[in-house]
Protein backbone atom coordinates (compact mmCIF):
# COMPACT_ATOMS: atom_id res chain seq x y z
CA UNK A 1 0.00 0.00 0.00
CA UNK A 2 2.47 2.35 1.13
CA UNK A 3 4.45 1.59 -2.12
CA UNK A 4 1.52 2.33 -4.25
CA UNK A 5 0.94 6.12 -2.04
CA UNK A 6 4.41 6.69 -2.90
CA UNK A 7 4.35 6.38 -6.49
CA UNK A 8 0.88 8.78 -6.70
CA UNK A 9 3.17 11.37 -4.41
CA UNK A 10 6.21 11.11 -6.25
CA UNK A 11 4.05 11.53 -9.25
CA UNK A 12 1.98 14.45 -8.07
CA UNK A 13 5.61 16.12 -7.59
CA UNK A 14 6.69 14.94 -11.28
CA UNK A 15 3.77 16.85 -12.52
CA UNK A 16 3.87 20.00 -10.77
CA UNK A 17 7.31 20.35 -10.98
CA UNK A 18 7.07 20.45 -14.59
CA UNK A 19 4.10 23.12 -14.38
CA UNK A 20 6.59 25.40 -12.50
CA UNK A 21 9.06 24.55 -14.68
CA UNK A 22 6.99 25.19 -17.53
CA UNK A 23 5.60 28.75 -15.57
CA UNK A 24 9.18 30.20 -15.60
CA UNK A 25 10.21 29.32 -18.98
CA UNK A 26 7.52 31.38 -19.88
CA UNK A 27 8.34 33.80 -17.40
CA UNK A 28 11.36 34.76 -19.14
CA UNK A 29 9.54 35.72 -22.30
CA UNK A 30 7.03 37.90 -23.50
CA UNK A 31 4.16 35.44 -24.27
CA UNK A 32 3.68 35.23 -20.26
CA UNK A 33 0.18 36.92 -20.52
CA UNK A 34 -0.77 34.41 -22.97
CA UNK A 35 -0.08 31.63 -20.68
CA UNK A 36 -2.18 32.91 -18.11
CA UNK A 37 -4.65 32.93 -21.02
CA UNK A 38 -4.86 29.58 -21.34
CA UNK A 39 -4.93 28.57 -18.13
CA UNK A 40 -7.99 30.52 -17.38
CA UNK A 41 -9.41 28.84 -20.75
CA UNK A 42 -8.26 25.36 -19.19
CA UNK A 43 -9.38 25.89 -15.70
CA UNK A 44 -12.69 26.99 -17.36
CA UNK A 45 -13.16 24.38 -19.36
CA UNK A 46 -12.70 21.77 -16.86
CA UNK A 47 -15.11 23.75 -14.82
CA UNK A 48 -16.93 23.02 -17.83
CA UNK A 49 -16.40 19.12 -17.62
CA UNK A 50 -16.89 19.44 -13.88
CA UNK A 51 -20.81 20.79 -13.74
CA UNK A 52 -21.97 18.60 -16.93
CA UNK A 53 -19.90 15.47 -17.04
CA UNK A 54 -22.41 13.34 -15.35
CA UNK A 55 -24.78 14.45 -18.01
CA UNK A 56 -22.80 13.26 -20.88
CA UNK A 57 -21.92 10.05 -19.63
CA UNK A 58 -25.55 9.45 -18.57
CA UNK A 59 -26.39 10.27 -22.44
CA UNK A 60 -23.26 8.70 -23.89
CA UNK A 61 -24.43 5.17 -21.86
CA UNK A 62 -27.68 5.10 -22.05
CA UNK A 63 -28.35 5.22 -18.41
CA UNK A 64 -31.42 4.66 -16.50
CA UNK A 65 -31.13 5.12 -12.71
CA UNK A 66 -32.98 1.99 -10.79
CA UNK A 67 -35.71 2.02 -7.99
CA UNK A 68 -34.49 0.18 -4.98
CA UNK A 69 -37.81 -2.11 -6.04
CA UNK A 70 -36.58 -2.88 -9.14
CA UNK A 71 -33.16 -4.26 -8.41
CA UNK A 72 -33.40 -4.71 -4.52
CA UNK A 73 -30.65 -7.25 -4.06
CA UNK A 74 -28.19 -4.93 -6.45
CA UNK A 75 -29.22 -2.29 -3.83
CA UNK A 76 -28.88 -4.24 -0.86
CA UNK A 77 -24.78 -4.80 -2.14
CA UNK A 78 -24.17 -1.26 -2.45
CA UNK A 79 -25.72 -0.06 0.78
CA UNK A 80 -23.94 -2.54 2.56
CA UNK A 81 -20.63 -1.61 0.43
CA UNK A 82 -21.41 1.99 0.78
CA UNK A 83 -21.64 1.69 4.79
CA UNK A 84 -18.03 -0.18 5.26
CA UNK A 85 -16.02 2.29 3.32
CA UNK A 86 -18.15 4.91 5.16
CA UNK A 87 -19.77 7.07 2.61
CA UNK A 88 -23.15 8.12 1.05
CA UNK A 89 -24.97 5.69 -0.61
CA UNK A 90 -24.12 6.50 -4.35
CA UNK A 91 -27.41 6.72 -6.98
CA UNK A 92 -27.57 3.20 -8.56
CA UNK A 93 -28.09 2.76 -12.41
CA UNK A 94 -27.89 0.32 -14.76
CA UNK A 95 -26.74 1.27 -18.88
CA UNK A 96 -28.26 -0.43 -21.57
CA UNK A 97 -25.19 -1.82 -23.38
CA UNK A 98 -24.12 -5.36 -23.56
CA UNK A 99 -20.51 -5.04 -23.20
CA UNK A 100 -20.02 -6.65 -19.33
CA UNK A 101 -18.53 -3.58 -17.26
CA UNK A 102 -19.59 -1.25 -14.42
CA UNK A 103 -17.89 2.18 -13.88
CA UNK A 104 -18.48 4.87 -10.88
CA UNK A 105 -19.10 8.92 -11.79
CA UNK A 106 -20.02 12.05 -10.22
CA UNK A 107 -19.11 15.05 -8.91
CA UNK A 108 -18.02 13.58 -5.61
CA UNK A 109 -18.71 11.46 -2.66
CA UNK A 110 -21.86 13.03 -2.23
CA UNK A 111 -22.66 13.00 -5.62
CA UNK A 112 -21.21 9.49 -6.44
CA UNK A 113 -23.14 7.14 -8.91
CA UNK A 114 -21.97 3.24 -9.32
CA UNK A 115 -23.38 1.75 -13.23
CA UNK A 116 -23.13 -1.80 -14.09
CA UNK A 117 -24.55 -2.58 -17.96
CA UNK A 118 -26.88 -5.32 -18.83
CA UNK A 119 -24.27 -7.17 -20.09
CA UNK A 120 -22.35 -7.79 -16.76
CA UNK A 121 -25.53 -8.44 -15.24
CA UNK A 122 -25.79 -11.40 -16.87
CA UNK A 123 -22.39 -12.75 -16.46
CA UNK A 124 -21.56 -12.51 -12.88
CA UNK A 125 -21.86 -14.34 -10.21
CA UNK A 126 -23.15 -12.46 -6.86
CA UNK A 127 -20.02 -12.50 -4.72
CA UNK A 128 -18.20 -11.38 -8.37
CA UNK A 129 -20.47 -8.70 -8.56
CA UNK A 130 -20.49 -7.23 -5.42
CA UNK A 131 -16.05 -7.17 -5.68
CA UNK A 132 -16.81 -5.65 -8.65
CA UNK A 133 -19.12 -2.93 -7.20
CA UNK A 134 -16.60 -2.88 -4.13
CA UNK A 135 -14.13 -1.77 -6.58
CA UNK A 136 -16.22 1.27 -7.88
CA UNK A 137 -17.09 2.60 -4.37
CA UNK A 138 -13.34 2.54 -3.62
CA UNK A 139 -13.17 4.63 -7.15
CA UNK A 140 -15.71 6.97 -5.41
CA UNK A 141 -13.96 6.86 -1.79
CA UNK A 142 -10.77 7.91 -3.16
CA UNK A 143 -12.17 10.47 -5.50
CA UNK A 144 -10.89 9.22 -8.20
CA UNK A 145 -12.58 11.16 -10.86
CA UNK A 146 -12.00 14.68 -9.64
CA UNK A 147 -8.06 13.74 -9.28
CA UNK A 148 -7.68 12.15 -13.06
CA UNK A 149 -9.55 15.26 -14.10
CA UNK A 150 -7.64 17.64 -12.29
CA UNK A 151 -4.36 15.86 -13.22
CA UNK A 152 -5.67 15.73 -16.93
CA UNK A 153 -5.77 19.94 -17.51
CA UNK A 154 -1.80 19.80 -17.47
CA UNK A 155 -1.80 18.14 -20.52
CA UNK A 156 -4.05 20.16 -21.72
CA UNK A 157 -2.44 22.81 -21.04
CA UNK A 158 0.67 22.02 -22.44
CA UNK A 159 -1.22 20.91 -25.93
CA UNK A 160 -2.64 24.16 -26.24
CA UNK A 161 0.60 26.18 -25.20
CA UNK A 162 2.39 23.80 -27.91
CA UNK A 163 0.21 24.61 -30.39
CA UNK A 164 0.33 28.36 -30.01
CA UNK A 165 4.06 28.57 -30.06
CA UNK A 166 4.56 26.34 -33.06
CA UNK A 167 2.19 27.73 -34.81
CA UNK A 168 2.79 31.57 -34.21
CA UNK A 169 6.61 30.95 -33.73
CA UNK A 170 7.38 31.28 -37.91
CA UNK A 171 5.20 34.56 -38.22
CA UNK A 172 6.56 36.33 -35.31
CA UNK A 173 10.51 36.45 -37.64
CA UNK A 174 11.52 38.81 -34.56
CA UNK A 175 10.91 36.50 -31.80
CA UNK A 176 10.61 33.51 -34.09
CA UNK A 177 13.57 31.20 -32.67
CA UNK A 178 12.60 31.96 -29.49
CA UNK A 179 8.82 31.39 -29.57
CA UNK A 180 9.27 27.90 -31.61
CA UNK A 181 11.77 26.44 -28.75
CA UNK A 182 9.15 27.15 -26.25
CA UNK A 183 6.50 25.31 -28.69
CA UNK A 184 8.66 22.43 -28.58
CA UNK A 185 9.25 22.08 -25.11
CA UNK A 186 5.46 22.69 -24.11
CA UNK A 187 4.93 19.70 -26.80
CA UNK A 188 7.70 17.18 -24.64
CA UNK A 189 6.24 18.57 -21.88
CA UNK A 190 2.58 17.45 -23.71
CA UNK A 191 3.82 14.13 -23.92
CA UNK A 192 5.14 13.47 -20.91
CA UNK A 193 2.47 14.64 -18.64
CA UNK A 194 0.13 12.92 -20.75
CA UNK A 195 1.97 9.73 -20.26
CA UNK A 196 1.90 10.83 -16.37
CA UNK A 197 -1.12 11.14 -16.22
CA UNK A 198 -2.03 7.96 -17.87
CA UNK A 199 0.65 6.00 -15.38
CA UNK A 200 -1.82 8.21 -12.74
CA UNK A 201 -4.86 6.22 -13.92
CA UNK A 202 -3.15 2.96 -13.50
CA UNK A 203 -2.23 3.29 -9.65
CA UNK A 204 -5.66 4.20 -9.38
CA UNK A 205 -6.27 1.14 -10.48
CA UNK A 206 -4.87 -0.85 -8.13
CA UNK A 207 -5.57 1.49 -5.29
CA UNK A 208 -9.09 0.09 -5.92
CA UNK A 209 -8.57 -3.48 -6.47
CA UNK A 210 -6.99 -3.42 -3.11
CA UNK A 211 -10.27 -1.00 -1.71
CA UNK A 212 -12.79 -3.78 -3.04
CA UNK A 213 -10.71 -6.61 -0.95
CA UNK A 214 -10.80 -4.37 1.78
CA UNK A 215 -14.24 -3.85 1.44
CA UNK A 216 -14.94 -7.76 2.25
CA UNK A 217 -14.27 -9.56 -1.45
CA UNK A 218 -12.12 -12.11 -1.69
CA UNK A 219 -9.02 -11.83 -4.18
CA UNK A 220 -10.28 -14.44 -5.99
CA UNK A 221 -14.07 -13.55 -6.69
CA UNK A 222 -12.51 -9.73 -8.06
CA UNK A 223 -9.71 -11.91 -10.63
CA UNK A 224 -12.62 -14.04 -11.40
CA UNK A 225 -15.01 -11.07 -12.36
CA UNK A 226 -12.26 -9.34 -14.24
CA UNK A 227 -11.53 -12.86 -15.98
CA UNK A 228 -15.13 -13.11 -17.04
CA UNK A 229 -15.24 -9.36 -18.00
CA UNK A 230 -12.88 -9.89 -20.73
CA UNK A 231 -13.75 -12.80 -22.09
CA UNK A 232 -17.11 -11.55 -21.95
CA UNK A 233 -15.70 -8.39 -23.83
CA UNK A 234 -13.81 -10.68 -26.07
CA UNK A 235 -17.18 -11.92 -27.56
CA UNK A 236 -18.42 -8.59 -28.36
CA UNK A 237 -18.07 -7.20 -31.94
CA UNK A 238 -16.23 -4.12 -33.22
CA UNK A 239 -18.83 -1.83 -33.39
CA UNK A 240 -20.10 -2.37 -29.69
CA UNK A 241 -16.67 -1.75 -28.65
CA UNK A 242 -16.43 1.92 -30.86
CA UNK A 243 -19.52 2.52 -28.94
CA UNK A 244 -17.73 3.34 -25.63
CA UNK A 245 -14.48 3.90 -26.76
CA UNK A 246 -14.47 7.60 -25.22
CA UNK A 247 -15.73 6.67 -22.15
CA UNK A 248 -13.39 3.47 -21.62
CA UNK A 249 -11.50 4.91 -19.05
CA UNK A 250 -14.48 4.73 -16.57
CA UNK A 251 -14.51 0.74 -17.40
CA UNK A 252 -13.30 -1.70 -14.77
CA UNK A 253 -10.86 -2.92 -17.86
CA UNK A 254 -9.77 -1.23 -21.31
CA UNK A 255 -12.80 -3.61 -23.80
CA UNK A 256 -10.59 -2.69 -26.60
CA UNK A 257 -7.76 -5.02 -25.28
CA UNK A 258 -9.60 -8.15 -24.54
CA UNK A 259 -8.64 -10.10 -27.37
CA UNK A 260 -5.58 -9.45 -26.30
CA UNK A 261 -5.66 -9.83 -22.60
CA UNK A 262 -8.05 -13.24 -23.00
CA UNK A 263 -5.13 -14.80 -24.30
CA UNK A 264 -2.70 -14.77 -21.15
CA UNK A 265 -5.75 -14.80 -18.57
CA UNK A 266 -6.77 -18.34 -19.85
CA UNK A 267 -3.48 -19.54 -18.76
CA UNK A 268 -4.06 -18.61 -15.63
CA UNK A 269 -7.52 -21.17 -15.26
CA UNK A 270 -5.92 -24.37 -15.44
CA UNK A 271 -9.07 -26.44 -14.87
CA UNK A 272 -10.76 -24.50 -17.61
CA UNK A 273 -13.74 -24.20 -15.27
CA UNK A 274 -14.30 -20.20 -16.30
CA UNK A 275 -12.80 -18.61 -12.95
CA UNK A 276 -9.63 -18.08 -11.20
CA UNK A 277 -9.92 -20.16 -7.50
CA UNK A 278 -7.72 -19.68 -4.68
CA UNK A 279 -5.13 -22.20 -5.91
CA UNK A 280 -4.74 -20.56 -9.33
CA UNK A 281 -4.33 -17.26 -7.78
CA UNK A 282 -1.61 -18.62 -5.23
CA UNK A 283 -0.22 -20.67 -8.45
CA UNK A 284 0.12 -17.22 -9.93
CA UNK A 285 1.57 -15.13 -7.24
CA UNK A 286 4.73 -17.53 -6.70
CA UNK A 287 5.79 -16.69 -10.50
CA UNK A 288 6.93 -13.40 -11.84
CA UNK A 289 5.56 -11.32 -14.75
CA UNK A 290 7.66 -10.99 -17.38
CA UNK A 291 6.29 -8.33 -20.28
CA UNK A 292 8.22 -8.01 -23.38
CA UNK A 293 9.02 -4.35 -24.84
CA UNK A 294 5.53 -4.00 -26.77
CA UNK A 295 3.82 -4.73 -23.82
CA UNK A 296 5.13 -2.45 -21.88
CA UNK A 297 5.12 0.16 -24.05
CA UNK A 298 1.67 -0.54 -24.77
CA UNK A 299 0.87 -0.29 -21.12
CA UNK A 300 2.14 2.73 -20.33
CA UNK A 301 -0.05 4.38 -23.09
CA UNK A 302 -3.10 3.10 -21.58
CA UNK A 303 -5.24 3.97 -18.38
CA UNK A 304 -5.60 0.64 -17.09
CA UNK A 305 -3.25 -1.76 -15.61
CA UNK A 306 -1.73 -4.95 -17.87
CA UNK A 307 -4.38 -7.63 -16.90
CA UNK A 308 -2.07 -10.16 -15.95
CA UNK A 309 0.23 -7.89 -13.79
CA UNK A 310 -3.23 -6.72 -12.06
CA UNK A 311 -4.55 -10.48 -11.14
CA UNK A 312 -0.93 -10.83 -10.20
CA UNK A 313 -1.54 -8.28 -7.45
CA UNK A 314 -4.57 -9.03 -6.55
CA UNK A 315 -2.60 -12.79 -5.59
CA UNK A 316 -0.96 -10.66 -3.46
CA UNK A 317 -3.64 -8.93 -1.07
CA UNK A 318 -4.98 -12.57 -0.04
CA UNK A 319 -3.63 -11.90 3.40
CA UNK A 320 -5.80 -8.18 3.79
Known amino acids: MFSLQLRM ?48 VEWSMRIRYLKREEASRLYAMVEDLAQKARIPTPRVAISAIAIPNAFAFGRGVRDGRVCVTEGIMRLLSEEELKAVLGHELTHIKNRDVMTITLLSVIPMIMYRLAWHFLYYGGQRRSRGQNTVLIGVAAFLFYFITNLLVLYASRIREYFADRGAVQLGSRPEALASALYKIVYGSARMDKDSIKETEGLKAFFLNDPSRAMDEIRELSQLDLDRSGTIDPDELANLRSKKIHLSFGDRLMESLQTHPNMLKRIRHLSELSHI
Open 9 to 56: WSLLAILFGIVYAVVVMLGTTMGISNFYVYLFISFFFMLIQYLIGPKI
